[in-house]
T-cell receptor
Framework: NAGVTQTPKFQVLKTGQSMTLQCAQD?????MYWYRQDPGMGLRLIYY???????DKGEVPNGYNVSRLNKREFSLRLESAAPSQTSVYFC?????????????FGPGTRLTVL | SQKIEQNSEALNIQEGKTATLTCNYT??????LQWYRQDPGRGPVFLLL?????KEKRKERLKVTFDTTLKQSLFHITASQPADSATYLC?????????FGKGTSLLVTP
């Protein structure tokens, strides 16, 4: 039982390049999330998927797209990377998006955009 | 706007003492409040959830209080150990996802 896995662990991009961050969970959770974490800013929600087949914007969605490929997988795409997207990205999942549900986080992807 | 505030200054305490971390919030009417622990280079890990009608909740050396009148939660670690050194985040549900405070860094020295 791996929990939430993310690939890659580290990535360096040049401005304008694109990439997809992958996330998968094996807990049969319905809801999945993407956060970014920057020094002094805390965790900020980029996009979430309350259930398979649905995605919604969070607090900071600009410059990102997501795909809920199936119940297990939720990917985050940067179409044209910018230095402001340098951050640590965390994927998380929960049984549902109910107020009492706790979230399980992946190990994170450290992205640097030059 | 909704805000979750935690002490930005690191908390340094001696091993064996009780650490107390504070979480204040505004413009939420939460039914639940959660606390997470984050170690450097890793994702947050869930610790405790407390309901609005629970004044206090305990798990081993951890104790959380929740005062909806003061709009505050206190997180206590008793008999602290160097292994408790980490950043602790409180979180409230926004209606569709969790919002997290920026966290308080705790350093426990021998």
């Amino acid at each position: 039982n791996a929990g939430v896995t993310q690939t890659p662990k580290f990535q360096v991009l040049k401005t304008g390049q694109s990439m997809t961050l992958q996330c998968a969970q094996d807990m049969n959770h319905n809801s999945m999330y993407w956060y970014r974490q920057d020094p002094g800013m805390g965790l900020r929600l980029i996009y979430y998927s309350a259930s398979e087949g649905t995605t919604d914007k969070g607090e900071v969605p600009n410059g990102y797209n997501v795909s809920r490929l199936n119940k297990r997988e939720f990917s985050l795409r940067l179409e044209s990377a910018a230095p402001s997207q340098t951050s640590v990205y965390f994927c998380a999942s929960s049984e549902a998006s109910d107020v009492a549900d706790t979230q399980y986080f992946g190990p994170g992807t450290r992205l640097t955009v030059l | 706007s909704q805000k979750i505030e935690q002490n930005s200054e690191a908390l340094n305490i001696q091993e064996g003492k009780t650490a107390t971390l504070t979480c204040n919030y505004t413009n939420y009417s939460p039914a639940y409040l959660q606390w997470y622990r984050q170690d450097p280079g890793r994702g947050p890990v869930f610790l405790l959830l407390i309901r609005e009608n629970e004044k206090e909740k305990r798990k081993e050396r951890l104790k959380v209080t929740f005062d909806t009148t003061l709009k505050q939660s206190l997180f206590h670690i008793t008999a602290s150990q160097p292994a408790d050194s980490a950043t602790y985040l409180c979180a409230l549900h926004s209606g569709y996802a969790l919002n997290f405070g920026k966290g308080t860094s705790l350093l426990v020295t021998p």
